[in-house]
């Protein structure tokens, strides 16, 4: 039987990162998030890995643009300022095609904000964030089982593609305790092969270069529009989503992280009132689980949005249906989080006025 | 007869495109020479920076990285980190190190990192058109300071040597230039010893070294040289600021 | 007899190797024709004289130059 802990989101995080055989951890403290680089200090020595308290965020991601490129599982965590400071370093290592993992523990914003939790960084995170053409791989855990897995499933993901992967938690995710299941087998680092593209000294073989300038005339856009199809891949094969109760619903909640689970409460409390609502939960918010959302849209009329911001997901969600469906929207920024009876009753007026 | 003195190894055939009477390409020439004398060029990482030298990924015969501007420490310490056994260099110009670089070179300075950074002083932004450095002396002409750097407005250039020798981090500082025989030599065994640093796992070493930018300064390359000889070097005074090697004698 | 070979197509006429560099004054920038670049290229003026220091070498930041000995 595996071993089953209660946990703290930020500790799951961690354990899932050095179960998946990462043994490189540089970030820089932020609350709600300070719970990670506190363990992995101490989980990092004990399993001989890298673990380095940086300077700043910036430093944090271009420590981990070098492991990568070193051929090493990386992985840094923060929460939305520091991502902002990430910007530019994804960008490049996303323009290098290298893989690295970063973990958004989101907090209320712009600016400082708060430290309470949020689904704002969204944009930031699925409409590239940086600069350039480029997307990163962003996956939304919901539960903290769910954190302690999804670093293996990003680090797998990210290095079949070449191309950092996000994953975007919020502080509520981060601070909640709940049961683990250590559900795989660790991955033993040495394991892990050598990439190909690995920087590790020229010794027996051709030099490599990791870089993401081209200045030879023509050359940058060629990258492009071959980093443009290793997208289309990436969306044609990697969509994940978790739908809940939509076959026979006449409206369809969509939400992810807390406010998914907000809304299966919500759903619950529906159903038992006779209201035949559905829940779509997209695991992967890049690529965006488009297709069956499009599907779906044939036959459900109303989809009620619910995010922890003023309205991002939605516009996802008003792309995937094609505007075939009313969409609602319940928005709590600022670290404001719904609630089931709030959502409750947003859900039985628009029932009320449904056709 | 047998050729003495050519091209070495630790460059590759890529013809450097710096401006006549750089000196980039004489450090460039030094370290290729040294990739080479001390058999360090296939384990080698080198990590080139933003500004003129962002193609020495071109220019080094080695696996090269060119990371975001400034942050060849960082990015240094996570492939040294990763891979031990790699010898990592950062060649950084001073507005890659003493502008936006600055976070990262005096924490990587004072985690006495095991890396050998390069320094190339050349008291301007050269890449991007002649703009004024930090490194830029008072009173100097830029396309940021046309009527000279005005201390009063923009302050005071930074002495970098000077200011990682207050941190108890680093193993090796020394200040050199490219412009005499007798300075190329210096600044030769100054790097050799920044990299046989890191191959006996010592520390940190940085090596500044005062270099000509013709270009940038409206200079002849021969002016140039004599302008480091005659005025940099009085602001920038070469010589060894940190050296743990006679400290544990 | 050292021997100071210059790339002619890889000088870019810098004229670092003849302010005074060599012990023998042998190095100039050639006053009479350019490289495919656009430089006045460095020549020799007297190869008997070149005692293979290298000096011009240490200078040179191509390097456009070859010293044999």
């Given at each position: 039987m595996a071993e089953k802990r209660l946990m703290y989101g930020n500790h799951a995080v961690v354990e899932g990162v050095i179960a998946a055989g990462c043994r490189f951890f540089a970030g820089y403290p932020i609350t709600p998030q300070n719970e990670i680089p506190e363990l992995m200090s101490i989980r990092m020595n004990e399993e001989g890995g890298v673990f380095i308290q940086t300077e700043s965020e910036i430093a944090a991601i271009n420590m981990l643009f070098g492991a990568a490129a070193a051929g090493k599982r990386a992985m840094t965590s923060s929460s939305s300022p520091g991502i902002s400071l990430m910007q530019e370093g994804l960008s490049y290592i996303a323009g290098a095609d290298m893989p690295v993992l970063v973990v958004n523990v989101i907090r209320g914003g712009?600016?400082?904000?708060?430290i309470a939790p949020a689904q704002s960084d969204y944009y930031q995170a699925t409409r590239g964030?940086?600069?350039?053409?480029y997307f990163t791989i962003t996956l939304a855990p919901h539960t903290v089982q769910d954190l302690f897995e999804f670093p293996r499933l990003a680090f797998e993901l990210a290095e079949k593609y070449r191309n950092p992967a996000l994953i975007l938690a919020d502080g509520l995710l981060g601070q909640m305790m709940e049961p683990v299941e250590f559900s795989f087998e660790p991955i033993d680092p040495k394991d892990l092969p050598d990439p190909e593209?690995?920087?590790?000294?020229?010794g027996g073989r051709e030099r490599r270069i990791v870089r993401?300038?081209?200045?030879?005339?023509g050359r940058l856009e060629e990258l492009n529009v071959l980093r443009s199809k290793k997208y289309k891949k990436i969306k044609d094969n990697e969509q994940r989503y978790d739908a809940v109760e939509?076959?026979?619903?006449h409206m369809v909640i969509v939400a992810y992280g807390t406010c998914a689970r907000v809304a299966a409460a919500a759903m619950r409390i529906a159903r038992e009132k006779g209201l035949k609502v559905g829940l779509f939960r997209p695991i992967t918010l890049w690529p965006f689980p488009s297709d069956v959302l499009s599907d779906m849209s044939k036959r459900i009329k109303n989809f009620l949005v619910v995010e922890?911001?003023?309205?991002?997901?939605i516009d996802d969600v008003k792309l995937a249906t094609e505007f075939r469906s009313k969409i609602d929207f319940l928005g709590r920024p600022g670290g404001g989080v719904p609630t089931p009876p709030e959502l409750y009753k947003k859900i039985e007026g628009i029932y009320g006025g449904m056709q | 007869m047998k050729k003495i003195f050519g091209r070495p190894k630790g460059l590759t055939d890529i013809l450097m495109?710096?401006?006549?009477?750089?000196g980039h390409g004489v450090v460039h020439r030094i370290i290729g020479e040294l990739l080479v004398e001390l058999n360090v060029r296939e384990r080698a990482v080198g990590i080139a920076p933003v500004?003129?030298?962002?193609?020495a990924d071109e220019y080094f015969n080695c696996d090269m990285i060119q990371p975001p501007h400034g942050r060849g420490p960082a990015v240094s310490t996570g492939i040294k980190r990763a891979r031990p056994e790699c010898i990592v260099f950062s060649y950084q110009g001073d507005g890659d190190?003493?502008?936006?670089g600055t976070a990262e070179i005096i924490h990587a300075a004072g985690r006495n990192e095991n890396i050998t950074v390069i320094f190339i002083n050349?008291?301007?932004?050269?890449?991007?058109?002649g703009q004024m450095a930090?490194?830029?002396?008072?009173?100097m002409r830029s396309t940021?300071?046309?009527?000279?750097?005005?201390i009063k407005k923009q302050g005071y250039p930074m002495k970098i040597c000077e200011l990682l020798s207050a941190?108890?981090?680093?193993?090796y500082l020394e200040r050199c230039a490219v412009t005499t025989p007798k300075n190329i030599i210096k600044t030769k065994k100054a790097l050799k010893t920044a990299f046989r640093n890191q191959v006996e796992n010592k520390g940190f070493s940085l090596v500044e070294i005062l270099s000509m930018c013709p270009t940038g300064w409206g200079q002849t390359p021969v002016q140039a040289k004599k302008w480091v000889e005659e005025v940099m070097s009085k602001y920038y005074p070469l010589g060894v600021f940190r050296n743990r090697a006679e400290e544990e004698k | 007899m050292p021997e100071v070979k210059i790339l002619e197509e890889v000088c870019?006429?810098?004229?670092l190797c003849c302010d005074g560099i060599c012990p023998v004054d042998?190095?100039?920038?050639?006053?009479?024709r350019i490289n495919s670049s656009g430089y006045h290229p460095a020549e020799v003026?007297?190869?008997?004289?070149?005692?293979?220091?290298?000096y011009c070498y240490l200078v040179c930041p191509e390097p456009a130059i070859e010293v044999y000995k």
């Open positions: 712009p600016g400082l904000g708060n964030g940086g600069h350039g053409d593209w690995a920087l590790s000294g020229c993401s300038y081209d200045l030879k005339q939509c076959d026979d619903a922890m911001n003023c309205g991002q997901m | 495109r710096y401006c006549p009477g750089c500004g003129c030298s962002v193609f190190l003493a502008a936006i050349n008291a301007i932004f050269g890449m991007t058109g930090p490194t830029t002396l008072p009173g940021t300071s046309v009527k000279g750097r005005d941190l108890d981090g680093p193993y | 870019k006429g810098c004229g042998i190095l100039i920038l050639a006053p009479d003026t007297n190869m008997n004289k070149c005692t293979g220091c290298g």
